[in-house]
């Protein structure tokens, strides 16, 4: 059962689940009207209907990637020719992975970003710490004079507070990743052609949640380098919201109101991975949660990319690091890969959103959606005069210590909008509703 919420007067009033801190510190940093989400009932005034402003949807498409890994040249990755073509299929804007000038398929991965409109969110340091300051600014030159158009950020060194070998971490990691990115700050806001280029901090490694790394950046004077604040939030099997209000208040506690660029997230499905560790969904079950984290991250104004794109070949179906893409691939070659459940619908969901105009400013629509507290929903609009309702039951559908499906019942949403009432069944996956 569900439990009516509270009545307020808007979708952003305080009594709202979503409209908190994320929304706010978002919408501050990105300078742009909070995007208005509901949760739950949301009453008239006794004979007119509450307006709502729109939020357009190619905000929400652009907020949103795909992250890759180039530099894999040996795997799946090494079919550079092939690969960002289902990136560019997927709907995507922009793609998140290592820009490395001295791999022989760096210059394809550019030719083909450029021709199929592909942006890019760019990493250069390598993990194992082996980049110098001299090399790095070579790396950043190397972006300005070849690949400044394609160059929407560049990220800080990724994860470095963790080694994937399990070794222990060096003493003085914040202190040379902050030396890094203080290098990648000066270089891109001194470069002309990379103006429009944002700085996004090493994104950590949140296993246990580690608040007092966030700390250790910022007493290595972190926020002096960054337009965003680099995030990995994995929900291990959870709802795609799990901890990431937590989260996202590390990043406000320690490095003050700066916008969150989660640069990794998403679900593996490598169903017979051991019960420790990352936790595995079925496919169908990320195919569910997928543009529902879109949408989280969003509402909180957050961009996010989904990790990853390519699978690797995983015959038993137990190495998590092998499952989490949305491209199952068998082999390296691409003729034996298929698509996942999650693709198809993530192109749907995507390509949706997608706008041909510059920009637009919707206008304000007469709504009132009456529904539980537990029901999310948010409203977009586009240059051709379409105004659409997104909402989804904000529930669990995976039990990821039983692994086995829970039956989450749809609930009943009341939309009213200037033609009258509809009554729409509203479950786990997200639904669309055309405003009229």
């Not at 000038?101 to 082996?130: F, H, Y």
């Not at 699978?311 to 691409?334: F, K, M, V």
């Amino acid at each position: 059962t569900h439990t009516p919420s509270t009545t307020a007067s808007a979708p952003t009033a305080p009594g709202s689940a979503l409209s908190r801190r994320g929304l706010l510190a978002g919408a501050a940093a990105a300078g742009a009207a909070v995007p208005v989400l509901g949760a739950g009932a949301f009453s008239p005034a006794a004979a007119a209907l509450p307006t709502v402003t729109p939020v357009w949807s190619e905000k929400v498409r652009r907020s949103f990637g795909i992250a890759v890994q180039p530099q894999m040249q040996k795997k799946t990755y090494g079919a550079v020719k092939v690969w960002p073509k289902y990136a560019a299929d997927l709907g995507v804007s922009w793609i998140r992975g290592r820009y490395s000038p001295g791999l022989s398929n760096n210059d394809d991965l550019i030719a083909q970003c450029r021709a199929l409109g592909l942006k890019w969110v760019m990493t250069l340091i390598p993990e194992d710490w082996s980049m110098s300051q001299t090399e790095l600014r070579r790396s950043l030159a190397h972006v300005r004079d070849h690949a400044a158009d394609l160059c929407i950020a560049i990220e800080g060194m990724n994860e470095p507070n963790h080694n994937r070998d399990g070794s222990r971490v060096r003493s003085d990691w914040a202190a040379v990743s902050v030396a890094y990115q203080k290098t990648i700050w000066d270089f891109v806001k001194s470069t002309p052609s990379m103006r429009n280029v944002s700085v996004i901090s090493p994104s950590l490694q949140m296993g246990g949640d580690p608040y007092a790394d966030f700390v250790a950046l910022r007493d290595a004077g972190v926020a002096n380098y960054i337009d965003y604040a680099g995030m990995h939030s994995y929900p291990a099997g959870l709802k795609p919201d799990s901890k990431v209000d937590t989260r996202l208040e590390y990043v406000r506690k320690t490095w003050g109101a700066v916008p969150t660029w989660v640069s990794e997230t998403g679900y593996q499905n490598a169903m017979n991975a051991p019960l420790s560790g990352p936790r595995p969904v079925p496919t169908d079950v990320a195919a569910t949660y997928g543009p529902r984290s879109v949408l989280d991250y969003f509402t909180r104004g957050c961009k996010s990319a989904r990790y990853e794109l390519l699978g690797e070949p995983d015959p038993r179906n137990s190495e998590p690091e092998a499952s989490y893409g949305l491209i199952h691939c068998p082999t390296n070659d691409p003729s034996s890969w298929t698509v996942k459940p999650e693709f198809y619908t993530m192109k749907s969901f995507v390509t949706g959103l997608k706008d041909t105009a510059a920009s637009y400013t919707p206008a304000p629509v007469a709504l009132q959606v009456t529904a539980p507290s537990t029901v999310k929903w948010l409203v977009t609009g586009k240059s051709d005069g379409t105004t659409t309702l997104y909402a989804y039951l904000n529930a669990s559908i995976w039990d990821i210590k039983d692994r086995r499906r829970l039956t989450v019942n749809p609930v009943d949403v009341v939309v009213v909008d200037r033609l009258g009432a509809r009554t729409v069944k509203v479950g786990a996956d997200v639904v669309s509703v055309a405003l009229r």
